[in-house]
């Protein structure tokens, strides 16, 4: 059985199981905006009032085999996201990839960012890091958030970082990961998100 096939619905019943009581989310960690590190991953969403209410940190995705898996309540663009992104996940780090064409044979990080935004149609072509500095609005998003300046970019889409930095070695390119980037550089970031996202 490949990844792929296991059915959603018995990923996240069993990830809720094995949680039992930790199965409640957590507010976001404000040293992180945008990032949700006790979120229970595959607990699905908390109890909300309103879909508006739904965020990443009370619904927050899995990582499944190094494959994200979206809230089942999430906004359908940002399912588009991390299917898109899962789409190139795994492929290799290669500078500058990604920035002829969105189809490429890798990707660096402004070209995996940029290939996982275009695919939910929130950016009509691909842009380096910088660019995505002024991309969106500023500040964190509900459920994306973009960190960015001249030298590098990286997301966190529904609780998951997504980044091409920081993987184990000799291993390279865009990954899911669960894990925030050390707090000392964050400051060096500028902290943007999608329009309403």
Not at 50 to 57: C, F
Not at 62 to 72: F, H, K
Not at 165 to 183: L, Y
């Amino acid at each position: 059985m490949t990844r792929r096939s296991i059915p959603l619905v018995a990923i996240l019943t069993t990830a809720a199981s094995l949680l039992g009581p930790a199965a409640s989310g957590a507010a976001a960690d404000q040293t992180y905006p945008g990032w949700a590190p006790n979120v229970p991953w595959g607990a699905g969403c908390e109890p909300a009032q309103t879909e508006a209410q739904r965020t990443a940190a009370n619904c927050g995705a899995t990582l499944v085999d190094g494959e994200a898996i979206p809230p089942p309540n999430a906004p359908p663009i940002v399912k588009r996201v991390i299917v898109a992104a899962n789409e190139i996940d795994h492929k290799p780090y290669i500078w500058g990839g990604g920035h002829a064409s969105f189809i490429a044979k890798g990707y660096d990080c402004s070209g995996a960012v940029s290939y996982a935004l275009h695919g939910a149609d929130l950016l009509g072509y691909t842009q380096v890091s910088g660019q995505l500095a002024s991309y969106g609005s500023p500040g964190p998003g509900k459920w994306i958030t973009i960190y960015a300046n001249a030298e590098h970019v990286f997301m966190v889409v529904a609780g998951l970082r997504y980044d091409t930095r920081n993987d184990p070695e000799k291993v390279s390119g865009p990954r899911w990961k669960m894990a925030a980037p050390e707090s000392r550089i964050l400051p060096k970031f500028t902290v943007r998100h999608p329009a309403g996202l």
